[in-house]
């Protein structure tokens, strides 16, 4: 299976609605609470305005994950933060028809690629609920070291949640405009 990422423009948006809708409750799980209409065509064509901003203003960068040239998700990079710091966090979501085939690992090796390779970040974290396995294996899968646990971290469901956080520290980054 062929996966890729790419950046979606705003005629995306009924897929990534339909995507969204399909998925509902798949997604609901690792979520903040949406919006009523969050999932709809004309919200998903502001959040993909609004991401097109930030990827312009280098503030993060989302993709739409394809395979066989069908939509099946999406990947993030989210809080690009410069300075001492060089880091993102990463977020990954996949059709849950997809599941178990290796889409999420592929796609996020390429989200990799791509924040150590283009961006030159330094380190990537993803964080996970502590009971979502699977998300824990795609980022061990793809390197990602686990490095602590965070009590009410982040609020998804509508409540607080404790999370797994894990990190990837780039071994070729360079100092930009120099040597390293």
């Not at 889409?103 to 609920?129: C, K, P, S, W, Y």
């Not at 502590?130 to 509508?158: E, I, K, M, W």
Request: with cysteine.
């Amino acid at each position: 299976m062929d996966v890729t990422l790419r950046s979606p423009e705003v005629g995306d948006a009924e897929a990534l609605g339909d995507l969204l809708r399909r998925n509902r409750a798949h997604f609901a799980t690792g979520q903040p609470v949406r919006p009523e209409g969050y999932d709809s065509t004309a919200s998903q064509a502001t959040v993909i305005a609004e991401a097109q901003r930030a990827r312009d203003n280098g503030a993060a960068a989302m993709f739409l994950i394809e395979t066989d040239g069908r939509l099946v998700g999406k990947a993030d990079l989210n809080s690009v933060i410069r300075g001492a710091f060089q880091s993102a966090s990463v977020g990954y979501l996949v059709d849950e028809a997809y599941t178990g085939r290796g889409v999420a690992t592929a796609a996020l090796r390429l989200l990799v690629r791509h924040a150590f390779d283009a961006l030159n970040l330094h380190r990537l974290q993803g964080e996970t609920l502590v009971d979502n396995l699977a998300s824990q294996r795609v980022l061990l899968s793809c390197g990602f070291v686990h490095y602590g646990t965070a009590p009410d971290y982040l609020r998804l469901q509508g409540r607080w949640q404790t999370n797994a956080l894990y990190q990837l520290i780039n071994p070729a980054w360079r100092e930009p405009g120099g040597t390293g």
